[in-house]
């Protein structure tokens, strides 16, 4: 029984071959502009990664939950990106089109899972991109001191930076991807220059006594802690997840997010030059280099000062000002502001890219697949603009690092096991990048996942499965009937 004639009588596991995805690229009004190089793509990756991740997870994980063990969290995390990179870094130099995970589980699971990555990642960017312009928001208070970034509308609160922040990125985005690039790669230069001073003169505050305990005690809590606890301490009855080896697990699941970033670098595969070359370099390049800078800035930090001065809201600047060294935490704040700005102009992007592939296979409006005459998706890039700017601006989105985390580790796991099924069905694909020891890899990627994955919070994985309801309601209601594919009558194997 061959896939094509089992799809007809399942339409939802019809998948869209890879040559057809490929063909639909050269849509006269749905085409992007291909102009993004390895340097761009690389850029774009440590753009989004380094950023929130680096200038408040890090002292606040340290802090709250792992102590100076924060930096074997942030390798573990690490690892399960650096597996999950190789098959991307595949994936994107086989698939070379917009869409990222949503485009390669199309090609090898069908419509179904194609959709619901693709809503899982609407999700994942659109809120991502909303809470850290108000993080953005944040650091703009710190650093204009005497302005408010919020002002009181009768009983409503309207968060005037993030929306202005917002409006820019977007303006630039519509410009034009290559102009985003350019941008990014000063801001960039930058940040990470900060980053490298909070290295080189915290290193000089490291007092090794402050190493000790490496993992702390764990820390008595309520061992009924609900939806709170992590899905491991509630299947193992543990019931808290501070310090100790649950909190250093814990931890990990936590500090994923400031990974997040690299995958989107794949959502650019369709405006990237020479695809097959560029797209696994900029993935590997981008992950490489955040990695480095990761573990030396937890192992700086955590050496500064004792773990327990960074509980609470604490940030990368809070050790330098413990040790009252009020001009660097200046030029942190700073360099946070900046950081935060590329974040939120590639998560924008990432959304706008995952959108525009959606809808011009039908499973979205086919008004959002159109191109500008400089071959950007600015109607896409208008939607998301005002959803997010509808979020920033007046609900009081707390912290989400755990929503954005569950759903990233999803695609990754499908993406995995994508790699498996599509070097099956297709031996025969070109591939600018082959991922080693396949299954071998692959498999432990979707492990890894899956255990960052449990590791994160009750509440987190209720969240995630209402969303993924909503998304097959959306599915049903609409986007099977007015699928392309389906309606072209191909019910294609990849």
């Known amino acids: 029984m061959n896939t094509e004639s089992s799809g007809r009588r399942n339409p939802l596991l019809r998948t869209k071959s890879i040559e057809q995805s490929i063909l639909d690229t050269d849509e006269p009004d749905a085409k992007l502009k291909r102009e993004l190089t390895a340097w761009d793509l690389t850029v774009f990756g440590v753009a989004v990664v380094i950023g929130a991740g680096i200038f408040t997870l890090t002292a606040r994980t340290a802090g709250n939950v792992a102590g100076p063990s924060v930096s074997v969290a942030f390798v573990l995390a690490a690892v399960a990106c650096g597996l999950a990179a190789l098959c991307y870094a595949e994936f994107a130099s086989s698939v070379p089109v917009a869409g990222s995970a949503y485009t390669f589980a199309y090609a090898t699971f069908g419509e179904l899972i194609a959709w619901i990555i693709g809503w899982d990642l609407i999700l994942e960017f659109t809120l991502a991109a909303a809470v850290v312009a108000k993080g953005w928001s944040l650091y703009l208070g710190e650093v204009l001191t005497g302005i408010s970034p919020v002002v009181h509308l009768g009983g409503i609160e309207f968060d005037w930076a993030a929306v202005l922040v917002l409006i820019a990125v977007g303006f630039l985005l519509a410009t034009g991807t290559k102009l985003s690039s350019r941008v990014s790669a000063v801001i960039v230069a930058i940040k990470i220059s900060v980053v490298l001073l909070v290295i080189v003169l915290g290193a000089t505050y490291i007092d090794t006594d402050n190493y000790t305990p490496f993992v702390p005690d764990s820390q008595p809590g309520d061992v009924d802690q609900g939806l709170h606890q992590t899905l491991l301490s509630w299947i193992t009855g543990a019931g808290t997840s501070t310090f100790g080896w649950y909190g250093l697990l814990a931890a990990a699941g936590l500090v994923f997010f400031a990974f997040i970033g690299f995958d989107i670098v794949a959502t650019t595969a369709e405006e990237a030059k020479d695809p097959q070359r560029t797209l696994p370099r900029g993935i590997l390049g981008s992950l490489a280099i955040v990695t480095v800078l990761y573990v030396a800035v937890t192992l700086v930090l955590t050496g500064m000062v004792p773990y327990t001065e960074l509980s609470g809201q604490s940030t990368l600047a ?48 086919r008004v959002f697949a159109q191109t500008s005459r400089r071959g950007t998706p600015v109607r896409s890039t208008v939607l998301v603009g005002i959803v997010s700017v509808l979020l920033a601006g007046f609900l009081p989105i707390g912290t989400l690092e755990e929503m954005v985390n569950i759903g990233t580790l ?17 031996p025969d694909l070109p591939r600018g990048f082959r991922v080693p020891f396949v299954p071998v890899v692959p498999i432990l990627s979707v492990l890894a996942c ?18 993924l309801m909503i998304g097959l309601a959306v599915y049903f209601a609409y986007s099977r009937s007015h699928s392309v594919l389906g309606r072209r009558g191909g019910l294609h194997s990849s």
């Open 410 to 426: 999803a695609a990754f796991v499908v993406v995995s096991i994508g790699v498996i099924v599509l070097r099956r069905t297709r």
């Open 318 to 365: 809070t050790a330098f000002e413990i040790h009252g060294v009020t001009w660097a935490k200046n030029v942190i704040s700073v360099g946070a502001l900046a950081g935060l700005t590329t974040v939120v102009t590639v998560l924008y992007l990432g959304q706008t890219r995952v959108l525009f592939a959606m809808a011009r296979d039908g499973l979205m409006p």
């Open 450 to 467: 899956l255990w960052l994955m449990i590791n994160l919070s009750v509440e987190t994985w209720l969240r995630f499965l209402a969303w």
